[in-house]
């Protein structure tokens, strides 16, 4: 299809994916593009990977530059339907600059070559004397990878290419398109991300009385003025500490060996142990979320963050490593011993920390700025004061 757009003439087609590398030049991951951003290899390599292993997956159309070298030939009236001959981006004569795509293009190459480097080795060990059952085994293997090959060559996305000849107006393309496209918060991608077994339990956890009509589902920041105790987000990154630890991330092998159900009860676990443990998240739960306030008035919410360590997203995520690690192992701690050992802490949430409390006169000071209302949220932190409070499970400071 030929169309016009900003007084430029498009034309919108779509391509088999086994041809992008054809069709547009392959980026250098070593070499920046004048025209263009770094492109970044690992970027690039996990759109290869995210090809190769969901089998449902979906793309945005690529936009792309003619300076001169596509030629249109109409073949009905209104010259909007018709054949384009594109120059192959081979030896660097492509008359194509890539706008918008440049990843989704080096991850197409890097699994052709992928494929093309494993059937290349795959026929190596089969002209070798093998036994019959590996000759059979090799045989199966380059049947997948043909397969794999055949997937990149029967599959298409759509390529939008707007001719303008002129480069510095090229550039002022690549830059309107960046300035124009609105990223997705991590709020709105834990929501609708199902691939994570964090995100996908999600709806399920947020059901939750301490969570429940308490989540913002766009933001990430939970600022002074956010009714809400957190951002969908954060759910996220709670339960991933629930499960996987503070600082660490749910394995491949976890997401595909946990069932949601699982998930879902160890966290809502941690929130009931929680809830009854400190004063300050109880008495969120019993606050309606929908209440009306007046001008000035605060929602529990709000009230929390402004005096309570509790009200900190990362001390969340802290209490959530630690209820992990005192769950974890073949003599894991009863939810009712973690309930009491968290109640002990709760005199000791009070922000922001002064001097004298125990995050600043304990093994945790190094965890805590002065007079902060939250723990340092580098990982390093988070993991070494999970640690501390664990310790503090069966060998409490004098000051607990």
């Keep these: 299809m030929r169309t016009q757009q900003g007084g430029r003439d498009v034309y919108s087609t779509r391509v088999p994916l086994l041809d992008l590398p054809t069709i547009l030049p392959v980026p250098d991951p070593n070499n ?24 449902d997956w979906v793309a945005p159309a690529l936009l792309a530059r003619d300076t001169g070298g596509c030629k249109f030939e109409k073949v009905d009236e209104h010259g909007a339907v018709g054949y384009l001959t594109v120059p192959w981006a081979i030896g660097g004569i492509s008359s194509m600059r890539t706008i918008d795509g440049q990843h989704r293009v080096l991850g197409v190459w890097f699994e052709k070559q992928r ?77 609708f991300d199902s691939y994570k077994v ?4 999600l709806s399920d956890v947020i059901d939750h009385p301490l969570l429940k009509g308490r989540v913002d589902a766009e933001q990430d920041r939970m600022t002074m003025k956010n009714r809400n105790l957190m951002g ?50 109880a008495a969120v739960t019993e606050d309606d979320p929908e209440a009306e306030l007046k001008a000035d008035e605060l929602s529990t919410s709000q009230t929390l963050r402004r005096s309570s360590l509790l009200g900190s997203v990362g001390m ?53 700025e002065p007079n902060a209302n939250a723990p340092i949220m580098r990982t390093q932190n988070i993991v070494h004061l999970v640690g501390v409070i664990t310790g503090w499970y069966k060998k409490a400071p004098a000051q607990l």
């Design 232 to 281: 969908a987000k954060h759910v996220a990154d709670i339960t991933r500490a629930v499960i996987a630890g503070a600082g660490g991330r749910i394995s491949k092998k976890a997401e595909q060996t946990l069932t949601d159900g699982e998930v879902i009860e160890q966290v809502k676990d941690f929130l009931d142990v929680i809830s009854t443990a400190f004063v300050g998240l």
């Design 32 to 55: 920046v593009d004048k025209d263009n951003r770094k492109v970044d290899r690992l970027h690039a390599k996990h759109f290869g990977e995210y090809l190769d292993t969901k089998k």
């Design 316 to 368: 969340l995520r802290v209490l959530a490593g630690v209820f992990r690690e005192l769950r974890a192992g073949d003599d894991p701690a009863e939810l009712d011993d973690i309930t009491d050992f968290f109640k002990k802490l709760d005199r000791h949430m009070a922000a922001p920390v002064a001097e004298t409390s125990i995050w600043r006169t304990t093994e945790a000071n190094g965890d805590f």
């Design 115 to 191: 494929i093309t480097d494993a059937i290349a080795a795959n026929d190596r060990e089969t002209a070798r004397k093998v036994s019959p059952e590996k000759a059979a085994k090799l045989a199966q293997e380059r049947e997948t990878l043909i397969a794999q090959m055949n997937r990149l060559r029967t599959e298409f996305v759509g390529l939008d290419i707007y001719v303008e000849p002129d480069p510095i107006k090229g550039q002022q393309m690549f830059v309107d398109v960046a300035d124009n496209a609105k990223g997705i918060s991590s709020a709105v991608r834990a929501r």
């Design 198 to 201: 964090a995100n996908r339990t």
